[in-house]
């Protein structure tokens, strides 16, 4: 069994519950046709979804292909209890995924090995993969799961399975910015293999995302530590740790770091393939 031990980084996780009669009502939920945000506040007992085959288990659903939402890709934060799992997680075998420990111990099987998932482990699952998850730890474990239809390209093998953390991961920093902007990749962005990308973008406070950017990528924003101000199309939007961001392509965006320390997040955004010029799906 591999085992992530090197370091432990603390993320935000959800742990539902129900808020009380007295509590306002009015919460900083936005749901348009260029963004969404859902603040770590909604993901209560009421809007847990669950899965065939998942023992133990519920989930928030954080995004999904819809109409005027997501197209690309859906996110699930998943909780799984002591004990719980799943033997056949997996119904599409076209999907390709992404998970991302942020509480508790996860036992992954995947490609033949056994993994020992820690906060800060990640797992990239290609398409047609045997793998199963369990729970064998006393306490709660909590991750992302993010699933996308694998779009092949003749010539182009898929990627392989692969597991690490971020702590075995040097971030990058962007150019010009003396540290204040990072991301740490866990895949090579010039790696025509993979047509989705899944980051951590960390900013020191004060950090500046210094001009509003509008681009073909979807992406998906979850707050892992800290705040900041972040502009969405023409709003400008305060963001914590918890709270969840989804920004069609071309969405304009940028943000401030408010500190007092770093303001991080895991991205998600479609990579490294044509437009599609008829209807999506078609190859």
């Known amino acids: 069994m591999a085992n992530q031990s090197k370091g432990r980084q603390t993320y935000y996780a ?43 288990t519920r989930l928030w659903v954080l995004s999904r292909p819809l109409s005027g939402f997501a197209e690309t890709f859906s996110q699930y934060i998943m909780e799984v209890s002591p004990g719980g799992g799943s033997e056949t997680p997996e ?39 045997e793998w199963r998850v369990r729970n064998e730890s006393s306490a709660a474990v909590r ?6 239809a ?19 991961v040097e971030p990058v920093e962007m150019p010009d910015t003396n540290g204040c902007w ?12 993979h ?14 995302i210094p001009f509003a950017e509008t681009h073909v990528m979807e992406h998906g924003l979850y707050v892992l530590e800290g705040k900041a101000v972040y ?11 918890g709270d969840y961001m989804w920004l069609r392509a071309f969405c304009p965006q940028a943000c401030y770091a408010g500190g007092p320390g770093p303001f991080r997040y895991l991205l ?8 599609k010029l008829t209807g999506f799906g078609s190859r």
């Open 14 to 56: 959800p742990t539902g519950g129900h808020p009380a009669q007295t509590q306002l009502l009015s919460d900083r939920a936005v749901f348009t046709e260029a963004y969404a945000v859902i603040p770590r506040g909604v993901m209560r007992d009421i809007v847990a979804s669950y899965l065939p085959f998942w023992e133990k």
């Open 91 to 129: 119904a599409d075998p076209g999907a390709e995924g992404v998970l991302f420990v942020v509480e508790g111990e996860l036992t992954l099987t995947l490609a033949g090995t056994t993994h020992r998932m820690l906060p800060g482990g990640y797992a990239f699952i290609p398409p047609g993969s």
């Open 143 to 148: 991750f992302h799961w993010i699933r996308k």
């Open 150 to 168: 694998y779009e092949h390209v003749d010539g182009i093998e898929a990627p392989p399975a692969f597991v690490t953390s971020e702590t075995e």
């Open 182 to 193: 990072a991301t740490t990749r866990f895949v090579d962005p010039q790696d025509m293999r």
């Open 195 to 208: 047509d989705m990308h899944v980051n951590i973008v960390t900013f020191q406070p004060g950090g500046v």
């Open 231 to 241: 502009l969405l199309n023409q709003d400008w939007v305060e963001v914590e740790a």
């Open 268 to 275: 998600y955004k479609d990579v490294n393939r044509h437009m």
